[in-house]
């Protein structure tokens, strides 16, 4: 018979309580297998009272650290969330480590995650917010596919920071086709206009922006994003017609787009006195009422796993051009698709921020 501490394997539990279901006495079951009879009456009352044969998870170690300790790292980690585990333990009563301090975060899901990046948003940005979103929760598929969106959006070769990993020997490391060339010009931008509507990318311009000009020393045009150019290249070349186009097909058709001062400008103001087009208000200091903001950071997802970076303009508007024609569908739904919940989740955050 074997020792009365000894454990008992599954299987052999397993074939105590089936010989007892069988219909075998608890005592001959222990005559016969050699195993204790108050162990066989335990695993029989433990199969009917549990239906598992399995044992209870062990606690282990004691902790260190009391109730009284944990609250303690806890309200530290609550009343400080950008100090880092380290510091925290090293102002605790007890000694402790920082593996400690992130054990006991743990378990309360509290975890060190990277700080999202949000705009600012004042009192009054908030009641604006949370007016559009109340006003427009309730709208239907229906309504929201008469929308076009548009954004525009700076992509910065200097943004596009990854480490290049290359097969190669030891003695390789600066063949000229293992390494990743640098430039001493390495920042350069590219600014783009796009536009969606609720399943599908309608257009992308690389805007033609000049840069700054000067007469006798003096800047007399930034050569930045203006009215102007922003008639010339965008509205004229393929808005209006985007637009209107859409008005014959769906009977009805707003056109979004974002707050800068660039479409609120007074030639454009004239422009649209000529050329009408119907405009749906959006609410300042709000990239998560814009679903185009999302195609541009599916854009900057994609450049980043190339291989090698954009050398010059052209190449990073072939780079952007040719991931805007292979962007599916599928990603713009994502975003469009979940309008209704991005209202309802300003509404439920009383105009703040949402997780969007």
């Not at 990854?162 to 097969?167: E, L, Q």
Request: charged fraction near 35%.
């Amino acid at each position: 018979m074997p020792h009365p501490y000894k454990r008992i394997s599954i299987q052999e539990r397993g074939i105590i309580v089936g010989r007892y279901l069988a219909g075998d006495t608890p005592k001959k079951i222990s005559e016969a297998r050699g195993v204790p009879s108050g162990r066989v009456y335990a695993y029989i009352k433990k199969y009917e009272t549990e239906h598992s044969l399995d044992d209870h998870p062990k606690p282990g170690r004691p902790s260190n650290y009391d109730d009284r300790d944990k609250r303690a790292v806890l309200r530290d980690i609550t009343n400080h969330p950008w100090t880092g585990p380290s510091t925290i333990a090293n102002r605790q009563v007890k000694p402790m480590s920082r593996s400690t301090v992130q054990r006991i975060a743990d378990k309360e899901k509290i975890h060190r995650r990277k700080a999202r990046k949000k705009p600012v948003l004042s009192d009054q940005s908030k009641k604006v917010r949370l007016a559009w979103a109340n006003e427009h929760v309730g709208w239907t598929e229906e309504d929201w596919k008469k929308v076009i969106w548009t954004d525009e959006a700076t992509v910065e070769r200097g943004e596009i920071k990854h480490d290049s990993w290359v097969w190669r020997k030891p003695k390789q490391e600066c063949d000229d086709d293992k390494i990743v060339s640098t430039y001493k010009s390495a920042r350069f931008s590219v600014c783009i206009w796009g536009a969606i509507e609720w399943d599908k990318k309608l257009s992308l311009i690389i805007l033609d922006l000049p840069g700054p000009k000067k007469v006798n020393g003096k800047v007399v045009d930034k050569g930045g994003f203006t009215g102007e150019r922003y008639i010339e290249q965008v509205l004229t070349k393929v808005g209006y017609n985007l637009w209107t186009r859409k008005m014959m097909n769906e009977g009805g058709a707003l056109w979004l787009e974002d707050n800068s001062p660039v479409h609120k400008s007074t030639v454009v103001k004239k422009w649209r006195v000529e050329n009408p087009m119907r405009l749906l208000e959006h609410p300042p200091y709000s990239p998560d009422l814009n679903p185009t903001e999302y195609c541009w950071a599916y854009l900057k997802r994609q450049l980043q796993r190339y291989p090698r970076i954009p050398a010059n303009k052209k190449e990073l508007n072939e780079a952007l051009q040719r991931e805007w024609e292979k962007m599916p569908n599928s990603e713009i739904e994502k975003f469009t698709h979940s309008m209704h919940d991005r209202c309802q989740a300003i509404i439920d955050a009383r105009g703040g921020h949402t997780r969007y």
